[in-house]
């Protein structure tokens, strides 16, 4: 297992100075997800405005924004909710892994 590396903190000024989400270290992460997600977040991309706020709010940082869209790391996801609770254009949806058909 890859250790996490240890990065010194600094400052953000601006919304770019955050990191990639999981296209780099996130410090804390060590495996994937193995399995026990219940829900997964699914963004709908026609409602999302690219306000950023599920890639600042998520606790594991799992939110890609290289591209120009935002696209989850299921990998890494733990399927907390928090961007979808957060989004305020309801952009991100809640889905049963049992129910998900891609
Ligand atoms: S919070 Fe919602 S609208 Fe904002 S970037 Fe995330 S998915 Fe898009
Ligand atoms: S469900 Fe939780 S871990 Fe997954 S992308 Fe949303 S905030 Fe991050």
Redesign the pocket.
């Known amino acids: 297992m890859n250790k996490p590396k240890m990065k010194s903190f600094t400052e953000p000024k601006t919304v770019t100075d955050y990191p990639l989400g999981a296209t780099c270290p996130s410090d804390h992460i060590t495996s994937i997800n193995a399995g026990w997600r219940t829900y997964r977040p699914v963004?709908d991309q026609e409602?999302?405005?690219?306000?950023?706020?599920?890639?600042l709010v998520c606790p594991d940082g799992v939110?890609d924004k290289s591209s120009d869209r935002?696209e989850i790391d299921y990998d890494f996801c733990k399927g907390c909710g928090v961007?979808a609770y957060?989004?305020?254009?309801k952009?991100?949806k809640m889905v049963k892994e049992a129910e998900f058909n891609g």
């Open positions: 963004i409602k999302c405005v690219l306000c950023m706020r599920c890639f939110i935002l961007c957060e989004c305020k254009p952009a991100i």
